[in-house]
């Protein structure tokens, strides 16, 4: 793990002591879960290591991932803002808070975040912002057609 995720070896939690890379395989477990469609089990997983490690974003991120993928996209949002506020020098929280913004039609000011996260030094990172913005570029265009 890296960045604000990075975990000691050991890492201690009261009496809990757990290798990063039994911390990583708990992760994946959840990961895997995701991926396979347990998304109950997936959330299990991850409030269970975010509970123990509550300094980690990565179990919050994750939620976020799993609130989407169940559709609740107000839980998934607030996830996706409390990552943002472990690590706001990164774009990947702040570009998923704006999918769940964007399906709760909450923001008009989607486009010009996007933008300016597309604009910025690390967004090479990810990828699925371009296209994303792209993507809210033509549905806001086929909108405003469909509304003449």
Known sequence: MTGDNCVDIPHRVGLLELPEEELGLLLEGGMLSLQMGRFDEADTIFQGVGAIFPELSLPKEFLGHVAFAKKN???????????????????????????????????????????QLASRSDAKDYSYVKPLLDALREAQEVNALSSH
Not at 73 to 94: M, N, T, W, Y
């Open 73 to 115: 996209f107000r839980l998934a949002r607030k996830h996706f803002s409390e990552v943002e506020k472990l690590r706001p020098d990164e774009v990947g929280a702040s570009v998923h808070r704006l999918e769940c913004e964007i399906q709760l039609g909450l923001s008009s000011d989607v486009q010009a975040e996007l933008a």
